[in-house]
């Protein structure tokens, strides 16, 4: 039986900008795990049009369904069928898929804290040195909201879930380099959103 796509309005507005960032950032990238693919919109958007690389999406299984749907309205070469993930079942195993980079969208401020740590610290042993991480989403800076629409909006989450809620740029930071990443490029993005880019370093 055919399933309804899920849709999302907020990634309908910010595929393209995201996307002129990914052009450049994964330029000489070949292979990349999408983590919570959620709809799926973001990955038939980004595939056709990075076509030097495999885009491998991956979700709770709850949410294959829906990212399937999508695929198979917009199929193409690179795109693949969505494994299952769940940040805090590890190892991740990837069933031997070996990226060369990661992309999430708009998951550190839905998942718990213990949670982002343990995305972290995957992401730590999956990606060998050189590879690319890129992470869009709200973010505060120094302890502050970056806008009022950020507070309504971490007011607003923290109500739906008490462990949800806009995170720190430090302290990701801080777990980027506890997992051998350094920070390469911070993105002002429509939104009050950012796009942080880092690279895994040699010596990891």
Sequence with gaps: ????KPFSQACENNCQPILAILQ???ADRRKVLEV???????????APRLPQLVWQTADLEI???????????YPVDNLRRPLALNADRRPWGMGGYKPDALFTANTCHIMAWPSVQNLFAEVGVLLAPGAVLAIYGPFNYGGEFTSDSNARFDQWLKQIAPHQGIRDFEAVDRLAQQAGFTLSEDNAMPANNRLLVWKKSSLS
């Design 63 to 73: 949410n294959h369904p829906g990212i399937n749907a999508w695929i198979d309205q």
């Design 36 to 46: 919570g693919s959620g709809t799926g919109q973001h990955a038939v958007y980004f």
């Design 24 to 26: 450049r950032v994964f």
């Design 1 to 4: 039986m055919p399933v309804d």
